[in-house]
């Protein structure tokens, strides 16, 4: 398929993953701060803030955190190019792109979301009802990749938006850990991990291999080791590592492949007992560098033939 | 059955396609008028809010020009068909075929050839060189086949006495029809027992006609079949849907210009898996804006060095380049000349009669008759520029005076076409409209007339005007099969 296209579909499905994962994080914060417990309102949102790598460009806009700017900056604010509404519409316009190559169910739900929340007074429902929005949005995300999953073809459109996907959540999970990691030790250490495993759906995962007992290293190392659970960094690079297998035709993705393979194997063959003991850190820094290193592998193998405008922002710098 | 009658239907002045003057339907139209007043009323105001949730789903609307609020109106199609009887369309089909081979006559001619109509003075060379449609980069650009217009949109009006006569020409990058197949699709989902009772001529066949025409036009064998593709100006285009469709109908990548690229005089689209060789280019750009190495340097819709691959005959572009010269409004008066002098036959299919505003005589009269006549500047199309006499203002029959003084070659007059009309519905009742009729013309390695073709329907009472832009509608447009 043509190169471009593929690029539309790879990102349409990192900025569909993106607003999800900001609904969800947005509302365990939320939420987190409502139940008490955990550290000041300052310090919550800026922990939120600094996983999304969003600290800097808030600062330089708003002069101090609160509950109500933070949610504004992050979901509605349409000059801020990850927030949530704007993930949706570049999702959407790169869809737009590439219609014939999506099924109609897919476009129709993506497209209604979009027109939907552009319409909707999103600032009002964040101060009355915001978690009623945040579950909506993440329900809206579901119901947009899930009617993708039933109706498209396994083939290469269906491959890059998935792959998209993937790359996006693994990377989402790493932030997450690597923000949350250093404050395992504080007192509020238990609350902050339970907050973490919500984020993502997986307490109910968790509690099912471990028990009720939340250990913050070892939710830590759940989320990047667990080989069943759907958002855990090793099941989406083993994920991606299936897809770029199907991708791949001969040479073309030999690349991203290799890099992704020292990633799976270093998760693969980690003991958890160990990461435990000797903190997770390292195992944590090369696994996000090394899925930003596939992102970009991806796109050197598979969109360099084709046209370059900037239009995507991601990536360590920003 | 002849005998049935329209009670309380006002004929319109003109030909009316589907009742005679004594109010009686027309015989081919018998089982359709009485299929719809089985239907009643209020069963068809709830068909067509069916035709319009199905438009609406599939996405095919248009932005009305001059709304604010940037609403879009769903598609509008009328549920009462356009029918042509199997003696009708023979005649137009065999009209439009042979203007069509002539129009590429002409221009494989002017590119390639002596230029002998314009060395026997049948067309003036000056009218020709002076044309903004005619391309000096065409000039030896080889067409396979000589297929230069391969998809040719040829605008037909039906005057009093029922004639079809060519308004004009669009041998470009003409559009409409996506809207033919759509309306087909949704007429026959809306009122199924319609078609279903007569012996219609299928339109779904169009992609592969299409892409059958392009492949014979692929400059080399090639392994695995030739590969077309779509050449869109992209999703701002107002006919980007058009594009779109047919680039799923024919299988082919829909490209933009970024996607291509040239390398050694041979073109290639950039894929997941590398460059990859093109060999047949559908295009719906326009010519100005094929390859910015060339023509406009501002263009980021061409592939740069397209013309080179072009001149080194290593891919096919449809329609060719400097197609604009045969469609030119100026040229248009002398295609029935055209047709006697490489056909060696008389044209089937008259032109509407048309003053050249360059003759001394004929500006003449025609500036004295300004306000019967209709101006139409020559270089534009979709409406665009055109003066109706008999509706302008005193100023502004002024004005177009002027402009004619000023470039005599810009313009042409024409008698104004008492459009035929056709029953409507228009609030739940049946009331006289004018139409036209856009058919489509494929040439390849043969020429096909496309059945049918897009007929256009002024919704406003009276209006000539059938530009969906300004209020116009559609309808399915029926050839019937031959009678056993």
Same mark, same amino acid.
């Given at each position: 398929?043509?190169?471009?296209?593929a690029?539309?579909?790879f990102?349409?499905?990192?900025?569909?993953?993106?607003?999800?994962?900001t609904?969800r994080?947005?509302?365990?914060?939320?939420?987190?701060?409502?139940?008490?417990?955990?550290?000041?309102?300052?310090?919550?949102?800026?922990?939120?803030?600094?996983?999304?790598?969003?600290?800097?460009?808030?600062?330089?806009?708003?002069p101090?955190?609160?509950?109500?700017?933070?949610?504004?900056?992050?979901?509605?604010d349409?000059?801020?190019?990850?927030?949530?509404i704007?993930?949706?519409?570049?999702?959407?316009?790169?869809?737009?792109?590439?219609?014939?190559?999506?099924?109609?169910?897919?476009?129709?739900?993506?497209n209604?979301?979009?027109?939907?929340?552009?319409?909707r007074?999103?600032?009002?429902?964040?101060?009355?009802?915001?978690?009623?929005?945040?579950?909506?949005?993440?329900?809206r995300?579901?119901?947009?990749?899930?009617?993708g999953g039933?109706?498209?073809?396994?083939?290469?459109?269906?491959?890059?938006?998935?792959l998209?996907?993937l790359?996006e959540?693994?990377?989402?999970?790493?932030?997450?850990?690597?923000?949350?990691?250093?404050?395992?030790?504080?007192?509020?250490?238990?609350?902050?991990?339970?907050?973490?495993?919500?984020?993502?759906?997986?307490?109910?995962?968790?509690?099912?291999?471990?028990?009720?007992?939340?250990?913050?290293?070892?939710?830590?190392?759940?989320?990047l080791?667990?080989?069943?659970?759907?958002?855990?960094?090793?099941?989406?690079?083993?994920?991606?590592?299936?897809?770029?297998?199907?991708?791949?035709?001969?040479?073309?993705s030999?690349?991203?492949?290799?890099?992704l393979?020292?990633?799976?194997?270093?998760?693969?063959?980690q003991d958890?007992?160990?990461?435990?003991?000797?903190?997770?850190?390292?195992?944590?820094?090369?696994?996000?560098?090394?899925?930003?290193?596939?992102?970009?592998?991806?796109?050197?193998?598979?969109?360099?033939?084709?046209?370059?405008?900037?239009?995507?922002?991601?990536?360590?710098?920003? | 059955?002849?005998?049935?009658?329209?009670?309380?239907?006002?004929?319109?002045?003109?030909?009316?396609?589907?009742?005679?003057?004594?109010?009686?339907?027309?015989?081919?139209?018998?089982?359709?008028?009485?299929?719809?007043?089985?239907?009643?009323?209020?069963?068809?105001?709830?068909?067509?809010?069916?035709?319009?949730?199905?438009?609406?789903?599939?996405?095919?609307?248009?932005?009305?020009?001059g709304?604010?609020?940037?609403?879009?109106?769903?598609?509008?199609?009328?549920?009462?068909?356009?029918?042509?009887?199997?003696?009708?369309?023979?005649?137009?089909?065999?009209?439009?075929?042979?203007?069509?081979?002539?129009l590429?006559?002409?221009?494989?001619?002017?590119?390639?050839?002596?230029?002998?109509?314009?060395?026997?003075?049948?067309?003036?060379?000056?009218?020709?060189f002076?044309?903004?449609?005619?391309?000096?980069?065409?000039?030896?650009?080889?067409?396979?086949?000589?297929?230069?217009?391969?998809?040719?949109?040829?605008?037909?009006?039906?005057?009093?006495?029922?004639?079809?006569?060519?308004?004009?020409?669009?041998?470009?990058?003409?559009?409409?029809?996506?809207?033919?197949?759509?309306?087909?699709?949704?007429?026959?989902?809306?009122?199924?027992?319609?078609?279903?009772?007569?012996?219609?001529?299928?339109?779904?066949?169009?992609?592969?006609?299409?892409?059958?025409?392009?492949h014979?036009?692929?400059?080399?064998?090639?392994?695995?079949?030739?590969?077309?593709?779509?050449?869109?100006?992209?999703?701002?285009?107002?006919?980007?849907?058009?594009?779109?469709?047919?680039?799923?109908?024919?299988?082919?990548?829909?490209?933009?210009?970024? $996607?291509?690229?040239?390398?050694?005089?041979?073109?290639?689209?950039?894929?997941t898996?590398?460059?990859?060789?093109v060999?047949?280019?559908?295009?719906?750009?326009? $010519?100005?804006?094929?390859?910015?190495?060339?023509?406009?340097?501002?263009?980021?819709?061409?592939?740069?060095?397209?013309?080179?691959?072009?001149?080194?005959?290593?891919?096919?572009?449809?329609?060719?380049?400097?197609?604009?010269?045969?469609?030119?409004?100026?040229?248009?008066?002398?295609?029935?000349?055209?047709?006697?002098?490489?056909?060696?036959?008389?044209?089937?299919?008259?032109?509407?009669?048309t003053?050249?505003?360059?003759?001394?005589?004929?500006?003449?009269h025609?500036?004295?008759?300004? $306000?019967?006549?209709?101006?139409?500047?020559?270089?534009?199309?979709?409406?665009?520029?055109?003066?109706?006499?008999?509706?302008?203002?005193?100023?502004?029959l002024?004005?177009?005076?002027?402009e004619?003084?000023?470039?005599?070659?810009?313009?042409?007059?024409?008698?104004?076409?008492?459009?035929?009309?056709?029953?409507?519905?228009?609030?739940?009742?049946?009331?006289?409209?004018?139409i036209?009729?856009?058919p489509?013309?494929?040439?390849g390695?043969?020429?096909?007339?496309?059945?049918?073709?897009?007929?256009?329907?002024?919704?406003r009472?009276?209006?000539?005007?059938?530009?969906?832009?300004?209020?116009?509608?559609?309808?399915?447009?029926?050839?019937?099969?031959?009678?056993?």
């Amino acid at each position: 398929m043509l190169a471009r296209h593929a690029e539309d579909l790879f990102w349409a499905g990192r900025y569909l993953e993106r607003a999800e994962d900001t609904a969800r994080m947005l509302d365990v914060t939320y939420h987190g701060l409502l139940e008490g417990g955990s550290s000041d309102t300052e310090s919550a949102w800026r922990l939120l803030l600094e996983a999304l790598h969003l600290a800097h460009p808030y600062y330089a806009k708003h002069p101090s955190v609160s509950s109500r700017a933070v949610a504004e900056y992050l979901v509605a604010d349409p000059n801020q190019p990850s927030s949530i509404i704007s993930a949706i519409a570049r999702a959407r316009e790169n869809a737009r792109n590439v219609r014939e190559h999506l099924s109609t169910e897919l476009w129709e739900a993506l497209n209604s979301c979009f027109l939907e929340l552009r319409a909707r007074d999103l600032e009002a429902e964040l101060a009355a009802q915001p978690h009623e929005l945040y579950r909506e949005i993440r329900t809206r995300c579901q119901t947009i990749a899930g009617a993708g999953g039933e109706t498209m073809p396994r083939s290469d459109p269906w491959r890059f938006f998935r792959l998209g996907r993937l790359i996006e959540r693994a990377e989402m999970t790493c932030r997450m850990l690597r923000v949350r990691a250093p404050r395992r030790a504080l007192r509020s250490g238990f609350h902050d991990f339970l907050l973490v495993l919500n984020s993502v759906s997986a307490l109910e995962a968790y509690t099912r291999v471990h028990g009720a007992d939340i250990d913050p290293a070892r939710v830590i190392a759940f989320l990047l080791l667990s080989p069943d659970f759907p958002r855990s960094v090793l099941f989406c690079v083993r994920a991606t590592d299936e897809l770029l297998t199907q991708l791949d035709t001969g040479a073309p993705s030999a690349r991203p492949r290799r890099t992704l393979g020292r990633i799976r194997a270093e998760l693969e063959y980690q003991d958890a007992d160990e990461l435990r003991a000797f903190g997770e850190k390292g195992v944590l820094d090369r696994a996000q560098s090394g899925i930003w290193e596939v992102a970009e592998l991806v796109e050197e193998t598979f969109f360099a033939s084709g046209p370059q405008p900037q239009r995507h922002i991601f990536g360590p710098a920003a | 059955m002849p005998g049935d009658r329209l009670p309380g239907y006002q004929r319109a002045a003109g030909f009316d396609e589907a009742i005679l003057e004594s109010l009686d339907v027309r015989s081919h139209y018998a089982a359709v008028f009485d299929e719809l007043s089985r239907l009643g009323a209020p069963e068809l105001a709830s068909r067509e809010r069916l035709r319009d949730a199905i438009f609406r789903r599939l996405g095919i609307t248009f932005a009305v020009y001059g709304d604010a609020s940037g609403a879009e109106r769903t598609w509008p199609m009328d549920l009462v068909p356009r029918i042509l009887h199997a003696g009708e369309w023979a005649e137009i089909e065999r009209g439009l075929a042979q203007r069509t081979r002539a129009l590429n006559l002409f221009l494989e001619d002017l590119y390639v050839g002596e230029r002998a109509i314009l060395r026997d003075g049948i067309v003036p060379a000056w009218l020709v060189f002076s044309s903004e449609g005619f391309v000096r980069e065409a000039v030896g650009l080889p067409a396979p086949h000589g297929a230069r217009c391969v998809v040719a949109g040829i605008d037909l009006v039906r005057d009093f006495d029922g004639t079809f006569r060519v308004l004009e020409d669009n041998l470009r990058t003409p559009s409409g029809i996506s809207y033919v197949l759509q309306n087909r699709a949704a007429l026959t989902r809306v009122l199924p027992r319609l078609s279903a009772r007569c012996r219609i001529r299928p339109v779904h066949q169009y992609g592969s006609s299409l892409l059958t025409a392009l492949h014979s036009l692929a400059p080399h064998a090639s392994h695995d079949g030739p590969r077309v593709v779509v050449l869109t100006p992209g999703i701002w285009n107002s006919a980007y849907f058009e594009h779109a469709f047919l680039a799923q109908q024919m299988g082919a990548e829909l490209c933009e210009g970024r $996607d291509l690229v040239v390398e050694d005089q041979v073109v290639y689209m950039r894929t997941t898996r590398g460059l990859e060789r093109v060999d047949v280019i559908y295009r719906r750009v326009d $010519d100005a804006f094929v390859d910015p190495a060339l023509f406009r340097q501002d263009s980021v819709l061409g592939v740069p060095g397209l013309i080179s691959a072009l001149r080194a005959g290593n891919v096919s572009i449809a329609n060719s380049l400097g197609c604009g010269v045969a469609d030119d409004k100026a040229v248009y008066p002398y295609v029935p000349a055209m047709i006697r002098f490489y056909l060696g036959e008389e044209p089937i299919l008259p032109n509407v009669e048309t003053y050249l505003l360059w003759e001394p005589d004929q500006r003449e009269h025609a500036l004295s008759r300004l $306000d019967q006549l209709v101006v139409k500047p020559v270089a534009a199309s979709g409406g665009y520029g055109i003066v109706m006499g008999p509706q302008a203002t005193a100023d502004q029959l002024e004005i177009c005076r002027k402009e004619i003084e000023q470039n005599p070659r810009g313009f042409i007059a024409q008698e104004l076409v008492q459009l035929s009309s056709h029953p409507t519905f228009i609030d739940g009742k049946l009331e006289a409209r004018h139409i036209d009729l856009r058919p489509f013309v494929l040439t390849g390695a043969r020429t096909e007339v496309f059945p049918g073709g897009l007929t256009r329907v002024a919704l406003r009472r009276g209006s000539f005007v059938v530009n969906s832009s300004q209020g116009g509608g559609s309808k399915d447009t029926w050839v019937l099969e031959e009678s056993a």
